[in-house]
């Protein structure tokens, strides 16, 4: 017997929410996908999800501000690349630490 969709979105409890616990309500999941709303969407935070425009303008000012400082455009430009990596290692790092905690998963699962 399935379950309707509509019993399969619930909302997290304030303790789920606070301490992180995972759903422990096994009685309706009987092999059917058991959803929680997102409403401070977490998950869609760790991604560039629409800042790409702001992302552009950010290598803008940077590029700027390097060639501001050493007058040479081949380095401006280098190290505004060296930058934008560095902020995307760092961002693609926290990202994947936050999806597992979101997830409750151990990140090492995370491809």
Not at 17 to 35: A, H, K, M, S
Not at 79 to 98: A, D, Q, T
Request: glycine residues 4%.
């Amino acid at each position: 017997m399935r379950v309707e969709s509509a019993k399969l979105i619930r909302e997290k409890t304030p303790s789920m929410r606070f301490f992180g616990i995972p759903p422990v309500d096994y009685e309706t999941f009987q092999g059917n996908p058991l959803f929680f709303r997102d409403p401070n969407y977490g998950f869609q935070n760790t991604f560039f999800y629409g800042n790409e425009f702001t992302l552009i303008i950010m290598d803008i000012i940077i590029y700027l501000m390097w060639d501001m400082i050493l007058k040479n455009t081949m380095i401006a430009l280098f190290l505004s690349y060296l930058v934008h990596k560095f902020i995307s290692w760092l961002r693609i790092f926290f990202g994947e630490r936050n999806i597992a905690q979101k997830a409750l998963i151990d990140d090492a699962f995370l491809i």
